[in-house]
């Protein structure tokens, strides 16, 4: 009931405010679970629609049990599920222009992080979204730079294990950013005690 009076509140909102929300939850949910520190559980979200509800261990199962999906489970230990609950289920609501597009690649992508095993549904989600902003003539809309976009794509890829397209997006990035590297040897010392040089793999870097 929650989720569907969210739903309804984005679908009679500005998309592009609904949008900014979405992306304050992102971060929100990014800061409690990764970045740090946490908050309290109803501390709410500046700017945006109070979501500091189902702090109950009932109402905190009930949003790890939504998030659910391919038999994958999300740990139980993550702090607020709802940012994440809220921001997925109303950006994917929105119309699919290319910012949503990015935002949502984003949000997928995180959500993927919180669960147990790669889920292949959460995978073709991802690929949607890459495949549009792969195809797009002019990203300056995101705000970030081709080389950015490049490189998150092939983290996402990376993630996966797809090797291939993986090191295509990265590749893609280095030619953008003019970066060129080298793979050659140097005699040197790896620690400060070691008395002789030994040969080395070392990478030699210009841009």
């Not at 949910?29 to 520190?37: D, I, S």
């Not at 702090?79 to 990015?102: G, W």
């Not at 294990?161 to 040897?185: I, P």
């Amino acid at each position: 009931a929650y989720l569907k009076e969210c739903e309804r509140i984005a679908a009679s909102s500005n998309h592009e405010a609904v949008l900014v929300d979405c992306i304050k939850l992102l971060e929100a949910f990014v800061c409690e679970n990764f970045l740090g520190p946490p908050t309290a559980q109803d501390s709410p979200v500046e700017g945006v629609h109070p979501v500091g509800v189902m702090t109950t261990k009932r109402g905190h199962k009930l949003c790890v049990e939504e998030l659910l999906v391919d038999g994958e489970v999300v740990p139980i230990s993550i702090n607020r599920p709802l940012l994440l609950l809220v921001s997925l289920h109303c950006i994917n609501m929105l119309d699919p222009s290319l910012k949503v597009q990015f935002w949502k690649m984003r949000a997928h992508f995180i959500y993927q992080r919180v669960l147990s095993r790669k889920a292949h549904s959460v995978r073709a989600k991802l690929g949607v979204c890459m495949k549009e902003l792969e195809n797009a003539q002019d990203i300056s809309v995101l705000g970030i730079t081709p080389v950015q976009l490049y490189i998150e794509m092939g983290h996402v890829h990376s993630f996966y294990r797809e090797v291939d397209r993986a090191n295509a997006m990265f590749q893609k990035a280095q030619q953008l950013s003019g970066l060129h590297t080298e793979l050659t040897g140097v005699l040197g010392v790896r620690t400060e005690h070691q008395s002789f040089k030994t040969a080395q793999l070392t990478l030699v870097t210009k841009s």
